[in-house]
């Protein structure tokens, strides 16, 4: 008798976003649009290797700069959505994708950097 093969991480999280799909279909219209807006950086400043170094992904991933970089980032993304509705900016859900990724990009830094990995999920 063979054995089942071992689930990967892709089918682990498709898994889980059908289970989050059963529960609450509008949170995955949101994981949607999170990960087209972080699809769209890959184009962006991110990727551009020819932009000036001040917010590279290098630097966002920096044990030493990484952690506060990104967290000025989110810091700076709240206090622009939490604006009063009047200013042009204020309470844009973009804002709330930034905030998103730039905590994406600490959680990636965290592993990379201080091996911090799977925490929660059940291996």
Do not use: W
Not at 11 to 19: A, E, G, N
Not at 64 to 87: H, P, V
Request: charged residues 30%.
């Amino acid at each position: 008798m063979e054995a089942t093969p071992k689930p990967t991480i892709s089918d682990k999280v498709v898994l889980d976003l059908i289970q989050i799909g059963k529960k609450e279909p509008e949170f995955l219209i949101v994981l949607e649009e999170l990960i087209a807006h972080i699809a769209s950086t890959y184009a962006d400043k991110y990727e551009n290797q020819e932009a000036p170094t001040i917010v590279t992904k290098h630097q966002l991933y920096s044990q030493e700069r990484g952690k506060i970089i990104n967290t000025y980032q989110m810091s700076k993304y709240l206090q622009r959505y939490i604006a009063d509705k009047k200013f042009e900016k204020g309470e844009n859900k973009k804002d709330l994708f930034k905030i998103c990724h730039y905590a994406l990009f600490d959680c990636v830094r965290q592993n990379r950097v201080l091996d911090v990995k799977n925490i929660d999920s059940k291996n």
